[in-house]
């Protein structure tokens, strides 16, 4: 059986249909205009979006009229600027393409600024990361000197889930010794021990005899997946096409990962790799017609291939394993290598696909089947082209940015924005507290949720036998969704003020409207006093306890209940 959110289990109810909300709004909650929003990043859970913009709207004290780097919590609706100083000095140069880690503490961006360091870099794009916890930002690209390099354009960043490793590719010639600097090579730079080792090699060390894009990094730093036109970095590479290469750092070795599962070489290019997590799943588009059997679309499409069988899958499917009828680019893989979001122009991998409009998607590929995100909560398909999705890490949520004005309501500033589809359904969704009666047995539905862009409130009743779950009971135990396991959204049964204890995976959820949590992995709890209504809280637990009163649960979207509804 497939699971569902807890919400939806429990009472037996229906889930929701997916939602879609928008992010690139100040931390009121207010609309910017003046540029576009592009090139989204979520974090592991889906709290954190990266994404650059011209906006000067987004932040306060935004005057540099320049494209920056932003992040959006999804949880308290906070906006904050990343592509500064680490004084908070604003960037001279466009900041662009940032990449952030699974807690979404450090965000990686490629930057033309010269006045991030405190010593001036050159005039080319570089690598930053900012940690925002600590709130510095260091420059990656540096010579073999420790020096900032002094030649070439740095791109492409992308950062480790664990925020440890960067990757990216260069034109310079001063970042590590064996570079002659006559091709774009990609680099790998340990953050904490402050080295960078050249990637785009053979296993041999021998550097590539062309040029490498477009990197993509394992959880833990160790595997980098690539795509080359190097001829050389494996034997037998006679195809004269653009490879995709995974390049393991600590066995020293590489090999190609676009071909086929009987091993035979791609008759066409193949790029844009992204890989799991573990390392074990490479995502990539191909213009090829071999990598499986009967291609006959004529068109580019999304593969994953498993390092650990040796096979290659075509994802860019209809449910009913139609091929697409047009061209499938921009591939981004979940941790754990199950979805696969890309961007597609086809109109038939969804049934009345008639906007023309390249449309953004999600393949299951556990189930075997294909969703269609970029439309409007109510199901309204997109009236402009949606671009660059980026998968959530437990592969709940898919942000993407869109030119479209009917995604959401009151989208009337004419650019490019970004938004973020819960495909699930069942979130966002709210409940709304109230000091006395029974459990409604319906609430008023709309489309987005009152705090934020998710959240939820508790909803104190008196004690009603419908309740069903004695005091300190575990509501749920260990119900799997997506890979983690979410915290349910809940409508109190028994009054009065209460604890929530939860166990819970690794950190504990962070500040919310009641409180702060406390305790510590495995046992951590929330206070929930009366009339009090919780802020886009999701925890990852194995069971739900509460100490007070027991919990029946009410999934809702309305935006206009108020206590005593």
């Known amino acids: 059986m497939k699971n569902l959110p807890l919400a939806c289990l429990i009472l037996g109810l229906p889930a929701l249909a997916q939602t879609v909300s928008r992010v690139n709004l100040t931390s009121a909650g207010a609309q910017v205009t003046g540029g576009h929003s592009e090139g989204p990043a979520l974090s592991h859970d889906g709290r954190y979006v990266a994404f650059f913009s011209k906006s000067p709207g987004l932040v306060s004290g935004d005057a540099n009229n320049r494209e920056d780097v932003f992040v959006h919590d999804r949880y308290t609706g906070a906006m904050e600027r990343l592509s500064v100083s680490s004084a908070g000095v604003e960037g001279n140069g466009d900041s662009k393409f940032p990449s952030i880690s699974a807690d979404g503490r450090f965000v990686a961006f490629e930057s033309g600024a010269t006045n991030f360091d405190l010593v001036p870099v050159n005039s080319y794009m570089d690598i930053y990361v900012r940690d925002r ?14 020096a900032p390099s002094t030649f070439g354009d740095s791109l492409s960043p992308q950062i480790s889930a664990d925020g440890s490793c960067v990757v990216f590719e260069s034109d310079s010639n001063q970042i590590t010794g064996n570079d002659n600097g006559a091709f774009t090579d ?20 021998l550097p590539g005899t062309s040029h490498s894009y477009n990197p993509s990094v394992s959880g833990n730093g160790s595997i980098v997946a690539f795509q080359s036109v190097a001829t050389n970095l494996i034997g037998g590479d006679t195809n004269n096409k653009s490879d995709i290469f995974v390049r393991r750092r600590l066995l020293n070795t590489t090999e190609r990962v676009s071909i086929s599962s009987m091993g035979t070489q791609a008759n066409g290019d193949s790029s844009e790799a992204d890989i799991s997590a573990d390392g074990r799943y490479v995502a990539f588009q191909s213009t090829a017609t071999n990598l499986v059997a009967n ?8 593969f994953v291939r498993d390092l650990q069988t040796n096979t290659t899958e075509l994802v860019s499917l209809a449910n009913d394993g139609s091929q697409a009828n ?3 680019h921009y ?4 941790a754990d290598g199950r979805y696969v979001t890309f961007r597609s122009a086809a109109n038939n991998l969804h049934a009345g696909d008639t906007n023309t409009a390249d449309d953004i998607y999600v393949r299951d590929r556990l189930l075997g089947t294909t969703k269609h995100l970029s439309k409007s909560s109510a199901g309204v398909l ?12 437990d592969g709940r949520f898919v942000a993407f940015d869109s030119g479209a004005t009917n995604l959401v309501a009151n989208d009337t500033n004419a650019r490019d924005d970004i938004f973020v589809s819960d ?5 966002p969704s709210i409940a709304i507290r109230t000091g006395a009666g029974n459990v409604p047995n319906s609430l008023t539905a709309n489309s987005q949720p009152l705090v934020g862009n998710a959240g939820f409130g508790l909803v104190y009743h008196n004690p009603t036998a419908a309740c069903g779950i004695a005091p300190g009971a575990p509501v749920v135990t260990a119900i799997d969704f997506n890979g983690v396991l979410s915290l349910p959204l809940f409508d109190g049964c028994g009054g009065g003020s209460g604890t929530l204890l939860v166990n819970v995976f690794g950190p504990l959820p962070g500040l919310t409207k009641s409180g702060l949590w406390t305790g510590a992995p495995g046992t951590a709890s929330l206070p929930l006093p009366l009339d009090t209504s919780l802020c886009g809280l999701a925890a990852h637990g194995q069971s739900f306890f509460v100490a007070l009163p027991a ?6 979207d309305a935006v206009d209940l108020v206590i005593g509804q």
């Open 295 to 302: 291609d006959l679309n004529g068109h580019q499409d999304i």
């Open 133 to 146: 916890q600590l709130g510095t930002t260091e420059l990656v690209v540096k010579s073999t000197a420790g």
């Open 331 to 334: 591939p981004e893989i979940s």
């Open 551 to 556: 919990f029946s649960i009410h999934p809702s």
């Open 326 to 328: 047009l061209y499938s």
């Open 186 to 205: 990609i680099f790998a730079r340990d953050i904490f021990a402050g080295l960078t080792e050249k990637i785009s090699v053979s296993t041999g060390s």
């Open 382 to 393: 997109a009236n402009q082209a949606s671009d660059l999705p980026a998968i959530s890490g």
């Open 423 to 427: 495909p699930a359904g069942c979130a």
